[in-house]
């Protein structure tokens, strides 16, 4: 996460957000048509790679909250991020009786087959964000 932090710095939060959630996806299409262990482990290490981008969507939900002109009710930076880890841990918490339930159903390909369908949608909503600027505090601060 350092490296990616590091990055974000430098190029800004979408410039390193972006590789990281295609990583993801690309991960989980593998996981998906892994045909041996070998492909499935490389899935698994690229999907799990991905999570060094984490903190760098937190930045990215913090400055769209501060920049974003669109928007009629502001967010305070708790209340978004607040939001953000609810729902991702809501999903944490459903997610799997689903994935079971389909498992059981269909089969475990079928259930990794769904769950690439909807990151490859999610990188598509994700490659629709524009870039902010970084903040005047973090400009100031590189300056000292």
Do not use: C
Not at 17 to 35: H, R, S
Not at 84 to 110: E, K, M, N, T
Not at 123 to 135: D, G, K, S
Request: glycine share 8%.
């Amino acid at each position: 996460m350092i490296p990616a932090g590091l990055l974000a710095d430098r190029y800004g939060a979408r410039q390193v957000m972006l590789p990281g959630w295609f990583l993801g996806v690309v991960g989980v299409v593998l996981i998906a048509a892994a045909p041996n262990f070998y492909i499935l482990s490389l899935g698994f290490f690229l999907y799990g790679a991905s999570a060094a981008a984490i903190p760098i969507i937190n930045l990215y939900v913090l400055q769209s909250i501060h920049e974003d002109k669109t928007v009629k009710h502001k967010l305070s930076p708790q209340q978004a991020l607040t939001f953000v880890y609810g729902l991702f841990w809501l999903a944490q918490i459903i997610s799997p009786s689903v994935g079971g339930l389909l498992a059981d159903w269909l089969s475990l390909r079928a259930v990794f087959g769904i769950s690439s369908g909807w990151f490859v949608l999610s990188a598509l909503v994700i490659m629709r964000t524009e870039n902010y600027p970084q903040t005047l505090m973090h400009h100031s601060a590189r300056q000292h």
